[in-house]
C-alpha cells in the first residue's frame, strides 16, 4: 500500500512539473508580446476551437448518414428515417421472415444516386414504333395512316397561327403568318424538338418591320438600316420570340448561322391546343418551308406515291438523326428534295415517277424557276404493262440508289434538270469541300436548290456527318435486304456515348 502511494505521488509529482514547465513556457511566449497581438492569439484560439468542434460534429452526421427515396416501397410506417432496408418480394422472403443486414453508406448512397437518374429520366421514353401487320407494304401503310398530314392537324396550326397573329399585331400591326404541316401532330417520334413537323412564317414588309422594331426598341435594337436586312430579321426573331414566350410558348433552342434564321418553340398543352406539347420553328421573312410545302402537294397531285416516299424518307431520317441541319446534317428540305430526284431519273421498267420541276404547275412559277417549257411540251408518265409499285418497294429503291449507285462525290441532285449529271456541269452551283483534318480535302454532296440554282444545299454537311450518312444509308439498304420489319428500320438512333453510360 505504501509502495502504491508513493508511485501515485511519484505521476503527480511529474504531472505538476510538466504543468509547471507549461506554464513557464507560455508565459515566455506570452510576455514579450503588446496587447494587440495576444488579443489576435487568443482570437485565433477560439477560431480554431469551433472550427474543430464543427468539423466533428460534421463527420458524425456522415458517419449516420442515410438517404432517402421518395415513398420507397420497402419503408413500413413507423420506420425511422434513418433505416433503409434492401427490398425482398414476398415470395423471396424465408420462413422467418429474416430481414438482410443494412448496407454499407457507400452502397445506400449509390442506390439513391441511381433512384435519382431514373426519376429525372423520361417519362416515356421514345421507343420504335410497333406495328399490327406482319407484311413491309403493311407496315409501311400503317406508318403512312399514322404520320400524313390531317385536316384536323391543318385546324390545329391555322389556331396556332391566330394566337401567334394576335399576339405580335400589337408590336407589327402589318405582320402577316402562315402555318404549314409535313406531319401528323398526334404521332410521336425521336428528336421531335429537334426537327418540328411545324412551321409557322411570319411575314412583313422590311421597311415597316424596321420601323415597329426602332419605335419598340429604338435604333440598337432594330438595326441601323433597312439596307442590313439579315441583321434586321434576327433582332425582330429575338423581339417576336420574348413576346410569344410571354403569351406562353417555351423557348427551346435558335438558329442564327443557316441562311434562313430561325427559333425553335413548344407549344405547351396549356395552351389548349393539343393534349401533348407541340414543337414548332418559327420565321420571318423566309421562303422554304412554302416551297417545301407546294412541292410536297404537287407531288401528291401528280402521283400520291411521291407524297407517301418523301413522307417515310422523312421520317426515317428523322428517327434516325441525319435531318438536323445544325448538327451538320440534311434538312427535312434537303431530304424533300433528294425523293423527288430519285424518283425522276429512277431506271425502272414502270419509268419514272415524277416530271422535271418545270412540269409543276405552281412550284415553276416561283422565282428562278421558268414555266415557258411548260407550254412546248407535256410530260406523261410511261405507260408500261408493269404492275406500278408502291410507296413500301420505292422506300427501298430508295436507299439502295442512294447507297450504291449515287455517287456522292461527282454527281449532283437536281430535281430542275431531272437528270443525272457531274457536279462540274453545273457552272453556277458551288463545289463543297469538307476538310478531313491537316491539308486533306474532299468533296461534298453537290444538291441545287431548285430556286436558287447558285445554292448548294449539302454545304451543310461534315467529313463526320458525311460519313454518318453513309452509313445509315447502307444499314437501311441492308436491312431492307433482309426484309426486316419497318420497327428495325425505325429504331431511335442514340449517341454512343449515351449508351456507354448505362449499366
Keep these: 500500500m505504501s509502495e502504491m502511494r508513493t508511485v501515485m505521488y511519484k505521476v503527480h509529482r511529474a504531472d505538476s512539473s510538466t504543468l509547471m514547465i507549461f506554464c513557464a513556457a507560455s508565459l515566455c511566449a506570452i510576455l514579450p508580446l503588446d496587447i494587440s497581438q495576444l488579443m489576435f492569439a487568443i482570437a485565433g484560439a477560439v477560431c480554431y476551437a469551433v472550427l474543430q468542434k464543427k468539423e466533428i460534429s460534421t463527420k458524425a452526421r456522415v458517419k449516420n448518414l442515410t438517404v432517402e427515396v421518395e415513398s420507397p416501397p420497402w419503408r413500413k410506417a413507423g420506420a425511422p428515417r434513418n433505416t433503409v432496408k434492401k427490398y425482398v418480394p414476398p415470395a423471396a422472403k424465408t420462413a422467418n421472415e429474416k430481414q438482410l443486414a443494412p448496407r454499407s453508406s457507400e452502397e445506400t448512397l449509390s442506390g439513391a444516386l441511381r433512384s435519382v437518374l431514373q426519376a429525372n429520366s423520361s417519362v416515356k421514353p421514345v421507343v420504335a414504333p410497333s406495328f399490327s401487320s406482319t407484311s413491309w407494304e403493311g407496315e409501311v401503310q400503317e406508318l403512312l395512316s399514322e404520320i400524313t398530314p390531317t385536316k384536323q392537324a391543318q385546324d390545329i396550326i391555322d389556331k396556332m397561327a391566330s394566337l401567334v397573329s394576335a399576339t405580335l399585331k400589337p408590336l407589327i400591326p402589318e405582320i402577316e403568318l402562315a402555318g404549314f404541316a409535313s406531319a401528323n401532330l398526334t404521332t410521336g417520334k425521336a428528336f421531335g424538338v429537334a426537327c418540328p413537323d411545324v412551321d409557322i412564317v411570319a411575314n412583313v414588309v422590311p421597311q415597316k418591320l424596321l420601323k415597329a422594331l426602332h419605335d419598340r426598341n429604338g435604333a440598337d435594337r432594330a438595326g441601323s438600316s433597312d439596307a442590313d436586312e439579315r441583321k434586321l430579321q434576327k433582332n425582330a426573331l429575338r423581339t417576336c420570340t420574348d413576346r410569344l414566350v410571354a403569351a406562353g410558348f417555351k423557348f427551346r433552342r435558335s438558329n442564327f448561322k443557316g441562311d434562313e434564321p430561325k427559333v425553335t418553340l413548344l407549344a405547351p398543352a396549356s395552351l389548349g391546343f393539343s393534349s401533348d406539347p407541340i414543337p414548332i420553328d418559327f420565321h420571318i421573312n423566309v ?217
Design 287 to 503: 421562303v422554304t418551308p412554302l416551297y417545301s410545302a407546294a412541292l410536297i402537294t404537287e407531288c401528291g397531285e401528280i402521283d400520291m406515291r411521291a407524297k407517301d416516299l418523301i413522307l417515310i424518307v422523312k421520317r426515317w431520317a428523322k428517327d434516325r438523326g441525319i435531318c438536323h441541319a445544325p448538327k451538320g446534317y440534311f434538312s427535312p428540305y434537303v431530304w424533300g428534295i433528294l425523293s423527288m430526284y430519285f424518283l425522276q431519273v429512277r431506271e425502272a421498267e414502270d419509268g419514272p415517277v415524277l416530271p422535271p420541276l418545270e412540269h409543276f404547275e405552281i412550284s415553276s412559277g416561283f422565282p428562278a424557276t421558268s414555266r415557258a417549257a411548260v407550254e412546248k411540251s407535256v410530260w406523261k408518265p410511261l405507260e408500261s404493262t408493269a404492275s406500278k409499285k408502291d410507296a413500301a418497294a420505292l422506300f427501298k429503291e430508295f436507299v439502295q440508289f442512294f447507297s450504291e449507285s449515287f455517287d456522292w462525290h461527282q454527281e449532283t441532285a437536281s430535281i430542275r434538270t431531272a437528270k443525272r449529271g457531274l457536279a462540274s456541269d453545273f457552272k453556277k452551283l458551288p463545289i463543297h469541300i469538307m476538310n478531313q483534318g491537316s491539308s486533306a480535302t474532299m468533296v461534298g454532296p453537290s444538291i441545287e436548290d431548285p430556286f436558287n440554282p447558285a445554292r448548294n444545299l449539302g454545304e451543310c454537311m461534315n467529313v463526320v456527318t458525311f460519313v454518318r450518312l453513309k452509313e445509315e444509308l447502307t444499314r437501311a439498304h441492308n436491312l431492307c435486304i433482309r426484309h426486316a420489319s419497318l420497327s428495325d428500320l425505325l429504331e431511335p438512333w442514340a449517341p454512343a456515348f449515351a449508351e456507354a453510360g448505362q449499366d
